[in-house]
């Protein structure tokens, strides 16, 4: 079941990130270009930045508030349908290198966190898997096939999602048994059929590093 959670936000992700369009927020780039600083800050290195996690936080918290005005700006639809989230119908799901990285780094010295605080969101330690290493590119990255168009991105920091937009449905949920006369015990056999579905219409928002 955590695996199917999984496999459909990561189709989710994909199926944003392959638009290139207005729902996928490059952070790094922004933040780049709205401090200038001397050393651009590096994909690598940016969850140990205090000053960039603070600029992720004020994005998401942007992004949270547009995303509760009806617009067509953060949707595939194709029909110009306009839709809104607001935050109870809002999942949000942060790799945790840069979720815990904001309770670290920035609330811990923080003494307004409500005014930094993201709000409720989910952690995950990888999208798809943490390689040998958990190297930052690997637990960051994405490698999924839609139709055509193969996806494989790193430095993906989190989405935002309509609760609408993303779904799994466990079916005839059953056990089965089987008795073992010779050892006089069940052998026991879980089942369940399942399927998953991503709705492109409604609001998506991808954060990525590059």
Same mark, same amino acid.
């Given at each position: =079941?955590?695996? #199917?959670?999984?496999?459909?936000?990561?189709? #989710?992700?994909?199926?944003?990130?392959?638009?290139?369009?207005? +729902?996928?927020?490059? !952070?790094?780039?922004?933040?780049?270009?709205?401090?200038?600083?001397? $050393?651009?800050?590096?994909?690598?290195?940016?969850? $140990?930045?205090?000053?960039? %996690?603070?600029?992720?936080?004020?994005?998401? !918290? &942007?992004?949270? &508030?547009?995303?509760?005005?009806?617009?067509?700006?953060?949707? +595939?639809?194709?029909?110009?349908?306009?839709?809104?989230?607001?935050?109870? &119908? !809002?999942?949000?799901?942060?790799?945790? %290198?840069?979720?815990?990285?904001? *309770?670290?780094? =920035?609330?811990?010295?923080?003494?307004?966190?409500? !005014?930094?605080?993201?709000? /409720?969101?989910?952690?995950?330690?990888?999208?798809?898997?943490?390689?040998? $290493?958990?190297?930052?590119?690997?637990?960051?990255?994405? *490698?999924?096939?839609?139709?055509? *168009?193969?996806? +494989?991105? /790193?430095?993906?920091?989190?989405?935002?999602? *309509?609760?609408?937009?993303?779904?799994?449905?466990?079916?005839?949920?059953?056990?089965?048994?089987?008795?073992?006369?010779?050892?006089?015990?069940?052998?026991?056999?879980?089942?369940?059929?399942?399927?998953?579905?991503? &709705? @492109?219409?409604?609001?998506?928002? @991808?954060?990525? %590093?590059?």
């Amino acid at each position: =079941m955590d695996s #199917l959670v999984m496999r459909t936000i990561n189709r #989710l992700i994909a199926s944003t990130i392959n638009t290139a369009g207005a +729902q996928v927020i490059p !952070l790094l780039t922004l933040y780049n270009t709205d401090y200038a600083p001397a $050393t651009p800050l590096t994909a690598a290195r940016a969850h $140990t930045d205090p000053q960039f %996690l603070r600029y992720l936080a004020f994005m998401m !918290l &942007d992004v949270k &508030d547009r995303l509760k005005v009806r617009t067509t700006t953060y949707n +595939q639809g194709g029909t110009g349908y306009p839709t809104y989230t607001p935050d109870t &119908d !809002l999942h949000v799901v942060i790799n945790s %290198l840069y979720g815990r990285a904001m *309770d670290v780094f =920035m609330q811990a010295d923080t003494f307004h966190n409500d !005014l930094t605080k993201v709000g /409720s969101y989910e952690t995950v330690p990888f999208w798809q898997g943490s390689g040998t $290493t958990y190297a930052v590119a690997d637990r960051t990255k994405i *490698d999924v096939t839609i139709g055509n *168009d193969t996806v +494989q991105q /790193s430095y993906i920091v989190g989405v935002m999602f *309509d609760e609408d937009a993303a779904a799994i449905n466990n079916n005839n949920m059953r056990v089965t048994s089987a008795y073992n006369a010779n050892g006089e015990y069940y052998n026991n056999f879980y089942k369940v059929e399942t399927s998953c579905m991503n &709705d @492109v219409g409604e609001n998506v928002v @991808v954060f990525t %590093l590059t």
